[in-house]
């Protein structure tokens, strides 16, 4: 498989489809980071390993380089769905960016519990099965029991919160300006945890219909929330209300933001758990 | 061009995290975490994350500055130096070597501290060379150094997360050490119980299993009391102790003084409380003792060290995986600083002055006659400005904000005939500066950090720096030969050369074995891999000792003129004096400015509303900051972080001292609140 994303990725370079190719580099002594290869020369130390979100990067580089730079990201299933959401979103600019598509390991999908371990596009490896999510322990347990309880778990999770935005920095899809949670109304500076409702919910909520799971949150979390848990049952509640996934149909928009008016009702694309947000809950 | 990207180490605390800085024409324009460092694993604190935008601050210095009356005057790097030389020459000559001083720094590489300290040693014949390890962890150094033979965190960060029971004293680790709250929540996930020790409520006791709100000052009687009733019930490692322990029948007797009633009452906590943390900790599989500034930052700060170094070998949870001892070191670099020898009384890797043998292998290696007699520390050398010392030396230390008493501290700096600071920005020290020389940061640089866990790790130059600023390592060696020593080095690998043939224990430090993830010392030979933990079958020092803590209440109590308990501290979005967060807009942002937390009783009684200003007063001076008012704080006391220059808490605290360790006591002193008017802030 790496043989053939390196064959892509020369071939990308020499025919000039490209101007460069983002992906990750191992260096003198091992050390893996993402770089930037602009001739097919370099391509020799290209490695597909460790899983290494490039998306947000890819956005910032497209943006910070020369009118008409093409670049070519090494992408996984995940990266590819952020990817389509920024072009959707007009972050990037769909003539400027190509991509090279990986599968993801089976190993690597459980880890990940990742339904889609692979991109649409694909370019090398072979896809395999997606985990169901909701089958998983950890999450059936996160989203198990009635509102006050789920309330009660939720915020003893939560309050580890050592504000550090880094769910929000290394969030593909997060890129906002402003953001949010830098306005002093919604989320009170200098003191931690991070209020509940005003940070993670914002948060949680503002993502609901962009969220692409790969779960770059919960791994750049430093004191271990099970964010990926809480984005997914939103992302789960659009698939089943809309049959919409972020990060699929380039061309289908948001249904929040564009079939508030159609069938069924948009109350019900709403999770049933949010319910329990609500500390006095009247039932 | 397209951007590079350059992994390097995070400049801000101990952790020592792994950064990837996006690098865009010649710029650092952003921080991404590395996804493949051993302690960080691709996460960091709101810090870390910010790690770049100080580098490119328009106030940066980028030439030399000399005092001209009360303003700078640019200078070039030529008269910069000669300036420097003949001034520090002309200190030595009149006054002797003695009467130079210099304070290394924490911040800077073990490269340029090791040059730092030999410059000093070798060109003046004294050993006046000391840094900020004095204000934070110089307790550990001498505590552990004389119950286990090593002053350095006995085990690695990771082995938190395997531990069963973490008992947590005098840390706010989920401020000050982000990364290592994220190894204990590991553990806690796993079922391991968390024993928070703080008279503050902070983020850490909040996530706790049991929060034990003592008394300041009363960690001994608390350690006493635990130890007390862990021999009372049987539970202590007999075996353990016979076979690798000193002192223990002393220590017994002494025991016999702190039933624990009496602890009890001294830490004003339940005697049940005791008890029950007493037991967790001694029946737990692994245990760990994580602590930080709440401990050392004492008048008996080295005694509370020897009181957690005897608990932890009572219950024989040292060296072996998962439990041990872990001194949360504060500064990126400060672990390196005293390995390098950065202090009066040791050569680099602690090897004493005051030994001949060791005198005679740095004056056969260095070529030059050494001083056998301890030199002075930072709060000595600044104490004796204008009198002892003449010219002092500064490689970026910030003391006008970071010692104690700091009026105190403006005046002595006022009183020397030279200053010479070296930094990056004009610091408030700086500017009481002589001669201010531009210096570089952590990401126009290459050289080695050694975290908390003792690791040895690389840093990488990412950018030129600004203007004429030089990096620490040329300039020292620019001074270095121009005093007439040799220093002929060229590339810092070349000085970690150096130190590993002086120092067995880095013998095996190398930049190229560094490259992947670095090397925990000891690692005595090239083919060495590091050292995970220490102490295993046998303590460093041999056999361990058991050291009674010779416990001292706090020396000033509340009293009817200041009737508050004032604690300092930091805050997670400003690191120490701020000269780099607060010129970060995202960490600006978050805390703007100066606050001190009182009790809502406290402030009702005061007529004092959240945000409202107060004055506080010491018996040392004071400070007008806003309040914030919280349960964080018990009753009757107040917390002041130490960041603002606007309100320096360091004007209020007590610059008494532990007398084995000479560290101020900057967690408890007696302050009164005042109510300001609410006007304009004045300037």
New interface residues.
Partial sequence: MLKKVKDIARTILTEKQG??VLGLIKG?????????F?SPGEVDALVIE?K?LLAK?AM??LR??REG?RLAVVVRGCDERALTELVKRNQIEKERLLTIGIACTGEQASACICDRPYPQKLDAGDAVAGVDPFKEDIVKELLAGDGPARMEKWANIL??C?????CR??CPICVCIPCKL?DAVWVE??I??AEVLSYHLIRAFHLSDTCVACGACQ??????IPLLALQLSMREMLRETYGYEAGLDPERKSPILYDLCKEPAAGQALPDWINSLRKDDES | M??????TICPYCGVGCGL?L?V?DGKV??T?????HPV?R?????K??SAHEFVHHPQRLKTPLVKKGDTFEEISWNDAIALAVEKLKAAAERFGGNAVGGLSSAKCTNEENYLFQKMIRMAFKTNNVDHCARLCHAPTAVGMGQTTGSGAMTNSISDLAGAECILIIGSNA??SH??I??EI??AV?RGAAVIVVDPRKT?VA??ARIHLRINPGTDIPLLCGMMRHIIDEGLHNEKFIQERMDGFEELKKFLRSWPVERAAKECGIDEGEIRRVAEMYAKAKDSAVVYCMGITQHACGTANVHAVCDLAMLCGQIGKTFSGVYPLRGQNNVQGACDMGALPNVYPGYQSVSDSAVQEKFEKAWGRELSRKPGLTVTEMIGSAGKEIRALYIMAENPALSDPDVNHVLESLNKLDFLIVQDIFLTETAKFAHLVLPAVCFAEKTGTYTNTERRFQLLRKAVEPPGEAKGDFEIICLIANALGLDFPYKHPGEVMEEIASLVPDYGGIRF?RL??AGLQWPCPDTGHEGTRFLHEGQFTRGRGLFIVPAYTPPFEKPDDEYPYYLNTGR???HYHTGTMTRRSP?LN????GP?AEMHPEDAMRGGIREGDRIRITSRRGSIVTAARITERVARGSIFAPFHFTEARANILTNPVLDPISKIPEFKVCAAKIEKEPNEKQER
């Fill in positions: 101007d460069g003198e002594w091992d050390i893996v980071q993402p770089h930037i602009e460790p290494w990067m910032t580089v910070s380089s730079y309050k580890r050592i504000k550090c935005y880094g920095n290394s830098e500076t200098g931690i945890p791994e750049a979390c430093p004191v271990n | 397209s951007p590079d990207f350059i992994k990837v996006k865009e324009v952003s991404y975490p590395d996804r493949e960080s691709g996460t960091l604190c709101i870390g994350w989920a401020e982000p990364i709250m994220g929540y590991k996930d983020a909040e996530n190229d490259e992947k805050m997670f979005a995202f942002r978050e805390m703007a606050y």
